[in-house]
């Protein structure tokens, strides 16, 4: 994923492995995002529309759709049916991450989205939900659980519903209603991440406006501590039309991501 630009130009994550300098789109995405820091472009003006920026950068409209899907990964812009392409931030924004692979990274996640309209409630694990979570049976979980969305593009779709599971207790309440996390509040733990299909239930497609059914991506965290014992899960249901992990395998090269949307 596009995580950032440097001040002195594209970012290494942003070239190709080839080595032979930037892509077009990637030139123009530098020249777009100097506009807005430099503050000629100001947050909240929209840009040319794509047949504009075609004729300013000599393109293809291909080529300027590639850069300005660049510009909305990093955080920068927004683009909405019928309103064209609005400037959002001055400065680039470490995004979510669909497959955080790091501690650093689920913090992350959690520092740049919000649960909207949560609910939370206690819970005591039957079989079916034993299941689900991988605990056991009788297991005794707080609930917090509502769509996510990302705080700088809060009047979009939600990215998806996530639903967190801590040990019923005031303290772990009061963390999980937290707005953030670092880092830190998650030392020693051992995380494993599995990644399987799904069909949204009723609950689900009714906060992410989607239809109850319709195929799901799922995402599930559980915490261990340094004694193995789990003491946290995280459930992150992404609609299938909204997650999409797009790399470029260049011959003898390690796996370099193009973008994510």
Known sequence: MITAIDREGVNEQMRPATGGGPARYQEIMRAISDEISSGRVAVGARL????????????????????IRGLVDVGMLERRPRLGTTVISAEPIIGYQWVPGSVEDIANNMSVTWIVRPHGQSIVAD??????????VGARWYRFAGPRLQRDRSAGEPLCFSEQYVPNTAKAR????????????????????????????????????????????????????????????????????????????????????????
């Open 48 to 67: 040319p529309t794509e047949q504009q920026l075609c004729s300013q950068h000599g393109v293809g409209r291909h080529t300027i759709r590639e850069a």
């Open 127 to 136: 079989q079916e939900v034993a299941h689900r979570l991988g605990c056991r």
């Open 174 to 261: 009061r963390a999980i209603a937290t707005a953030a996390t670092s880092p830190l509040d998650v030392p020693l733990q051992r995380v494993e991440q599995e990644i399987r299909a799904g069909l949204l239930n009723e609950e689900q497609a009714d906060a992410l406006h989607a239809e109850p059914g319709s195929p799901a991506l799922v995402v599930v965290r559980r915490h261990h501590d340094a004694k193995d014992r789990l003491v946290a899960i995280g459930i992150h249901t992404h609609p299938a039309d909204r997650y999409s992990i797009v790399m470029q395998l260049p011959l003898g090269a390690s796996p370099v991501p193009r973008h994510e949307k």
